[in-house]
């Protein structure tokens, strides 16, 4: 009943940052627990970040805790996810994702835990 769709990005140099945007339509993410994966060719997906359904409770993959962050505006009915200091390994298809939990406080962590995704939004780091 959400549809999402990433944007945000491209190419940026090993060292920089970039934030990527996430817009839901047809529903409020504050309805939805939120969250960030990505998946680099012959990978599986890998969890980044994700966000309570009341927005109080976020949680991060250890390796990436320290520079990617996950943010939401409840106005603009977008979900963000900031990163900074990137890495050629950092390179990947990035989604967003959206869980009908019926928990306010829990996080999800793993794909098969969601039940909406976006398209994607491809981030190249370069060396």
């Known amino acids: 009943q959400v549809q999402l769709v990433e944007s945000g990005g491209g190419l940026v140099q090993a060292g920089g940052s970039l934030r990527l945007f996430c817009a839901a339509s047809?529903?409020?993410?504050?309805?939805?627990?939120m969250g960030w994966f990505r998946q680099a060719p012959g990978k599986e997906r890998e969890f980044i970040a994700a966000?309570?359904?009341?927005?109080?409770?976020?949680y991060y993959s250890d390796s990436m805790k320290g520079r990617f962050t996950i943010s939401r505006d409840n106005a603009g009915n977008t979900v963000y996810l900031q990163m900074k200091s990137l890495k050629p390994e950092d390179t990947a298809v990035y989604y967003c994702?959206?869980?009908?939990?019926?928990?306010?406080?829990?996080?999800?962590?793993?794909?098969?835990?969601?039940?909406?995704w976006g398209q994607g939004t491809q981030v190249t780091v370069s060396s």
């Open positions: 047809g529903r409020s993410v504050s309805s939805y627990a």
């Open positions: 994702a959206a869980e009908a939990t019926k928990d306010n406080w829990l996080v999800y962590t793993r794909p098969g835990e969601y039940d909406y």
């Open positions: 966000m309570s359904q009341s927005g109080a409770r976020t």
